[in-house]
Structures are given as C-alpha cells and as structure tokens.
C-alpha cells in the first residue's frame, strides 16, 4: 500500500472519531444476509418494487465502488454473496449521500433502504440510512486471483478468500467433506475422541518428529505424528470404535502433496481386520464425494476418477512387478534388490535397507500410475512394525494402502495385537533408530504393557483429509485445500505483502447502471 493511500485512509479514520463517530462500533443492528434478500426479492421486477416499496437491512464489505456524480454505485459483499447498493443525491439526505461517495474498498457497513432495479435489471439497495461497521486501512487487491507470485496467496489467506472465488469454494466444499466424513464414520457407530498432541515417545508411523519442551516438568516432548497408539489404548479400554480427526506433525520435507502439518482421520474397529478396512475405505471416499459433492465423477487436473463401484485391488508385488518387471520378494535383501534393480536400468539410489528400496521403488515407478482408485495391499513386514503378519505369508503384513490420482492418501492394516511380536519389532525398529534412521520407530512400552492386558482383534485405516480434499476439489497444489499452509521464511529482496497488494488494488470496477 502506498504511503499517500495509507495517510488517506487515516485521516478518514481520524476525522470520524474526531466527529464523535465510532468507526469500530459494538453493535451491528438488525440485518438481513445478501442471500437471501436476493432469494426473496429474486421474481420481483422494477415495476412491482417500484410501486410496493420494500426497506431491507444489509450488512457487507465494500468490494466495488463507482460514482456518476449524483449517483453512486457500491458493492457489499456477505458470506460469499454481492449485492448492488446505491447512493441517489436526489433520494437521500446529503450526509448519507457524502457517506457512500466516501466509502474504501474494504470498509465494512450496515446499510437501509428499499429495493429497486436499475435499468440493467440489476436488483439494488437504494440507502436511506447507513452506518460504517469496520474502517479498512488497507487495500484489497481487485486482480489478487492473477498474482504471479502465487506464495502471496497463501501468506495473506484472507486476501485470497474476500477476491478469489476458487479459494472460497475450496474451504467451502473442504467443510462439507469433514462433515461428510464424520457423518459416515458416526452412522457406523464410531465414537469420536481426542488424544495428546503432545507426547512424551511419539509413533504410529515412520517419520521424524518435531521436539519441544515442558517448562514446568522440565520434559521434552514431541508433537504427534499420528493419533495411533493412543487409539488403539482406547480400544484396549473398551471403546470398540473409535476415531479421531486431528493434526499430526512430521518434520519433513514440503511439496505439492506434502505440509508438516496435516490433517488426519484415523479410525481403529475391534474385531475386524484389513479387509474390513478395505471395504470402509471405499465406502469413506465415496459418501464423502456423494454427500458433499453430489457425484462420484470427480474432474482432477485433467482426469476423471470413478469412484463408485468396486475398486481394483492389487499387491504390492504384483503391482511393482507390472511396472519394473522385479519381484521384490524374490530379492528380499538390498543387496540383491539393489542388482535387480540395476539390470533393469533403475537407479537404486541410496537406500539404508530393503524396504526402505521397495518403498523408493514404489513410490517412483508404480503410485503415478494409479490414476483410478486402486487399494494396494500385503506389504512387507519390513514396512510395517505395527500391521500383524498375513496368515498366508509370514514374510508379509496384512496391510494396505488406498491411491487415487497418483498419490497416497491412506495407510491401514490389521492391527498387530501379539505383544511379544511387536516388542520384538519395535525393537528391531528402535535399533535402527539408533543406527541413524531417523523415521524409524521408538519403544514404547507403555503402548506394549496395553497391548499384554489384550488388544482384540483390531483394523485400522487412516486417511489423508488434506490429499483426499485436495483431489475432491480439483486442487493442484495442497497449500490450496490448507487454509493456512506453513510457509519458506521470506528471502530478502522478496516484495513485501503491502507492495503486492499495492501493485494491483487499482480501482474496483462496479456493477452499476
């Protein structure tokens, strides 16, 4: 913002409050939302309005602006909805008329007075009286949608949601698929609960953690990167199932499918397993897709998913044998995954361990190709300190994972309930901890001791809210379905946000006439 633009704002400001006006005032007053003024005067014509008079209170953020001399238009904005007022020197008294000539974009007020219908047909409150609600000090940039600098958008959130409908319609629709989701789990019978945010051993999952500190216990702690051992303690409780929509937090790289702090759905239901899983996955995806957007064909980035139906199910030998022509349990060491992987022309980088490899070897040659909803199963044990084996092949876990649009957005498993087989896992994991693998596992044997008083038998199935909303809503980037996405620390020589929104707050055009 200009330093001219800020001193006018200002002074506006200092001139009311040195006319004994409020510019910030307690009390809004009876209003009506643009809404549903608008449904309800939406069949009246100008002749009808014109001969019954009908006064109406509003209340908006001004995000238009345009004078004919005598006759001013404005635009308010409520609740994602715009209306026309106007301000006629002929049919209002001059203060009220001086008052709407001198609104800012970005002035919040309450305006009365009838309705009418300007020769455009553009339906108009017509102010007799109004009364300022909130005085903007700052610009709102008109051209915010076709910023180049697409960071600016994220670091000043509430800029993108007042100008760019897209933005709106994203948190909007990402509401409507929490909901949905919570409903479906809640029609299941699923008790939704709360577990720590902060912990004194974290795990459910492999990933690096961020560490703080307790003052008062003088104790480090760590931010959760799952809600899983702490579920499972519930259903060792008697809670048979439960789940929790909540943050976790791994100290990881950023992408377009990765923020340090995300949204997760974890679910855990006594006396089922990963198949059960499977069929709750689906179901999950589908009725968030049908309740909150009202179809199973879902547009993403040039594609179109078909969510309904039975989705294809594959493992994850078979499907990293269809892409590389390696199977990977044929190699069940690094060492020779790594050979396999070179006579086949592939890089094997620098893995630590084998299921490390397996896992890069998915991730880089089989996920971008499950473009259509695909649930991958039976994965190594390697992979999965928590799942229990598969009754079929112990070298494999009862585990899966949901794809859809080339991206995870899902783990789950039978849940390992054998405490001798997972002290012994955890243990493996915990000296890999030690070895330098910092996204392996900890012990914990507060979790183990849980697991002796007896965990029934148990399936688990998490979900990325943040992925699932991000494809739902046709979302190229997460940062667009993350309200408030962590963002790089400004380098210097970046503009600064005032210098950004200044660029484009040129003036508003209006809908007048």
Known sequence: MSEREREARRAKLLALREAGVDPYPARTGERESLASVRDRFAEQDGASLEATPQTVAVTGRVMALRSFGKLVFATLQDDGCRMQISARKAETTPEVFAFVKGLDLGDIVRVEGPMWRTKSDELTVDVRDATLLAKGLRP??????????????????????????????????????????RESLDSRGFLEVETPVLQPIYGGAAARPFKTHHNAYDQELYLR????????????????????????????????KHNPEFTMMECYQAYADYRDMMDLA???????????????????????LHLGGEWRRVTLQDA???????????????????????????????????GRLV?????????????????????????????????????????????????????????????????????????????????????DEDFLRALEVGLPPTGGLGIGVDRLVMILCDAPNLREVVTFPHMRPRADGEPDPDEIADDDADDAKGEGG
């Open 282 to 304: 689906q179901s999950l995806v589908q009725e968030c897709a049908e309740r909150a957007l009202g179809t199973m064909e879902i547009p993403y980035q040039g594609e179109t």
């Open 140 to 181: 709102l940039p008109e051209k915010w949608h076709g910023l180049s600098d697409v960071e600016a958008r994220f670091r000043q959130r509430y800029l993108d949601l007042l100008v760019n409908e897209e933005a709106r319609r994203v948190a909007v629709q990402r509401s409507g698929i929490v909901r949905a989701m």
């Open 320 to 354: 990293i044998g269809d892409q590389t022509g390696i199977d990977v349990l044929a190699h069940a060491d690094l060492g020779s995954l790594s050979e396999a992987m070179k006579r086949k022309g592939l890089d094997p980088g620098d893995a630590p361990n084998w």
């Open 359 to 443: 896992d890069d070897l998915f991730s880089d040659h089989v996920e971008p190709t499950l473009i259509q909803p695909t649930l991958v199963t039976d994965y190594p044990v390697e992979l999965s300190p928590l799942a229990k084996r598969h009754v079929d092949d112990p070298r494999l876990v009862e585990r899966f994972e949901p794809f859809l649009a080339g991206m995870e957005i899902g783990n789950a498993f039978s849940e390992l309930n054998d405490p001798d087989d997972q002290r012994e896992r955890l243990m493996a994991s915990r000296s890999a901890l030690e070895a330098g693998d910092e996204e392996a596992h900890p012990l």
């Open 225 to 256: 990167i799952s809600d899983e051992l702490y579920l499972k303690r519930l259903v060792v409780g008697g809670l048979d199932r439960v789940y929790e929509i909540g943050r976790v937090f791994r100290n990881e790289g950023v992408s377009r």
